[in-house]
């Protein structure tokens, strides 16, 4: 097998980030086989409506038979439940990862069934939408991405090699880190984000009921983006806040203090302050742009013609 390539790919779970997946392996030319697994009949005959993959089953266990890879993409409240279930199917040297938004929990509920002989090398790829499902993914998703790996203790180091080479086929860029501390940058970069846009949106709606106004209606493109991400997937979510409370509850509490600091200046009419805050805030946002991490809207935030850098 050449760098990123496996004679055969498990899917396990085929929605936003599995079918990416599959897509861009087929598109890559990255494995001689694919077999894809969902719990769900509905959902496994549209993979195959799709041509997702070379082969379609509802047992994972089935699926995993012979695999060289394994890619766990289901939420991450079910990955333990399918490390056990695959795990006395799994052949001796395949390598098992994951996709999941939380690492820490994701470890602790599948490391205790992987076998001796098959390498677990824990995976999380920094891509995605708020959409969900086999229709919602595509073979670019992961392109310029990161993708973090959080090995456990002894792994080896030509598996680790292989799977980083794979993410590098799909595109990605690969970085490791440690697992609870991918836990904390996810909780600020990504977690936390969700969390304050579906509270944001609740408020908003529950503001109808006191204003006895539309206000929904009356939302612009400010709104529009800022809640973008609150038409994610309810169950990945439950599972993310449940998954990585810990790092997400000390998340909540700094941003909390920031805001409070924040409603003080507002309060006091601290004019020189909010302009600092808003001024630094602003500076961060457009090197998040120009570091290129952004690709959903590229001219999104930069200086316009008459605006000062
Ligand atoms: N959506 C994103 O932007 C994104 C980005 C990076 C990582 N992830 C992670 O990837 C994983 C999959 O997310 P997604 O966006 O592809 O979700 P999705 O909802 O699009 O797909 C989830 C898949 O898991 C299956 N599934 C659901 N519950 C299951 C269960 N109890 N047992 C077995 N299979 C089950 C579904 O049938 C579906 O095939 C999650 O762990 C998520 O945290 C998501
Ligand atoms: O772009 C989006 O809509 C996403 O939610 C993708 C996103 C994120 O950036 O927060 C969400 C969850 C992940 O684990 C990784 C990436």
Same mark, same amino acid.
């Given at each position: 097998?050449?760098?990123?390539?496996?004679?055969?790919?498990?899917?396990?779970?085929?929605?936003?980030?599995?079918?990416?997946?599959?897509?861009?392996?087929?598109?890559?030319?990255?494995?001689?086989?694919?077999? &894809?697994?969902?719990?769900?009949?509905?959902?496994?005959?549209?993979?195959?409506?799709?041509?997702?993959?070379?082969?379609?089953?509802?047992?994972?266990?089935?699926?995993?038979?012979?695999?060289?890879?394994?890619?766990?993409?289901? =939420?991450?409240?079910?990955?333990?439940?399918?490390?056990?279930? &695959?795990?006395?199917? /799994?052949?001796?040297?395949?390598?098992?990862?994951?996709?999941?938004?939380?690492?820490?929990?994701?470890?602790?509920?599948?490391?205790?069934?992987?076998?001796?002989?098959?390498?677990?090398?824990?995976?999380?790829? /920094?891509?995605?939408?708020?959409?969900?499902?086999?229709?919602?993914?595509?073979? *670019?998703?992961?392109?310029?991405?990161?993708? &973090?790996?959080? =090995?456990?203790?002894?792994?080896?180091?030509?598996?680790?090699?292989?799977?980083?080479?794979?993410?590098?086929?799909?595109?990605?860029?690969?970085?490791?880190?440690?697992?609870?501390?991918?836990?904390?940058?996810?909780?600020?970069?990504?977690?936390?984000?969700?969390?304050?846009?579906?509270?944001?949106?609740?408020?908003?709606?529950?503001?109808?009921?006191?204003?006895?106004?539309?206000?929904?209606?009356?939302?612009?493109?400010?709104?529009?983006?800022?809640?973008?991400?609150?038409?994610?997937?309810?169950?990945?979510?439950?599972?993310?806040?449940?998954?990585?409370?810990?790092? &997400?509850?000390?998340?909540?509490?700094?941003?909390? *203090?920031?805001?409070?600091?924040?409603?003080?200046?507002? !309060?006091?009419?601290?004019?020189?302050?909010?302009?600092?805050?808003?001024? !630094?805030?602003?500076?961060?946002? !457009?090197?998040?742009?120009?570091?290129?991490?952004?690709?959903?809207? =590229?001219?999104?935030?930069?200086?316009?013609?008459? *605006?000062?850098?």
């Amino acid at each position: 097998m050449t760098d990123g390539h496996f004679d055969k790919i498990a899917l396990i779970g085929i929605g936003l980030i599995g079918s990416s997946i599959a897509r861009a392996v087929k598109l890559k030319g990255l494995a001689k086989s694919v077999v &894809i697994s969902s719990r769900s009949q509905e959902t496994l005959d549209r993979a195959r409506e799709l041509d997702l993959g070379t082969d379609y089953v509802l047992d994972a266990g089935e699926a995993v038979e012979g695999a060289d890879l394994v890619i766990v993409s289901v =939420p991450v409240g079910a990955s333990g439940k399918v490390a056990e279930a &695959i795990a006395p199917h /799994l052949k001796q040297g395949a390598i098992v990862t994951d996709v999941g938004s939380t690492k820490a929990s994701v470890v602790a509920q599948m490391l205790p069934h992987i076998p001796k002989g098959v390498h677990f090398i824990p995976g999380h790829p /920094l891509a995605g939408t708020e959409h969900s499902g086999p229709d919602a993914g595509f073979a *670019e998703l992961f392109q310029g991405r990161w993708c &973090i790996l959080t =090995p456990v203790h002894g792994t080896d180091k030509d598996a680790k090699r292989k799977l980083a080479a794979f993410w590098e086929a799909l595109g990605s860029k690969v970085d490791e880190m440690d697992m609870e501390h991918h836990d904390k940058v996810l909780a600020i970069v990504s977690h936390l984000p969700h969390i304050i846009a579906y509270n944001i949106v609740g408020t908003a709606d529950d503001l109808e009921t006191v204003t006895e106004s539309e206000v929904i209606k009356y939302s612009a493109s400010g709104f529009r983006d800022f809640t973008r991400l609150a038409a994610s997937d309810p169950t990945m979510w439950r599972d993310v806040c449940l998954h990585n409370k810990d790092a &997400i509850l000390e998340m909540l509490a700094r941003f909390s *203090e920031d805001l409070a600091y924040l409603q003080r200046a507002i !309060r006091w009419g601290d004019g020189e302050k909010l302009f600092d805050l808003f001024t !630094r805030t602003r500076a961060i946002r !457009r090197s998040i742009i120009d570091a290129g991490q952004d690709t959903s809207a =590229p001219n999104f935030g930069r200086p316009g013609p008459d *605006e000062k850098a």
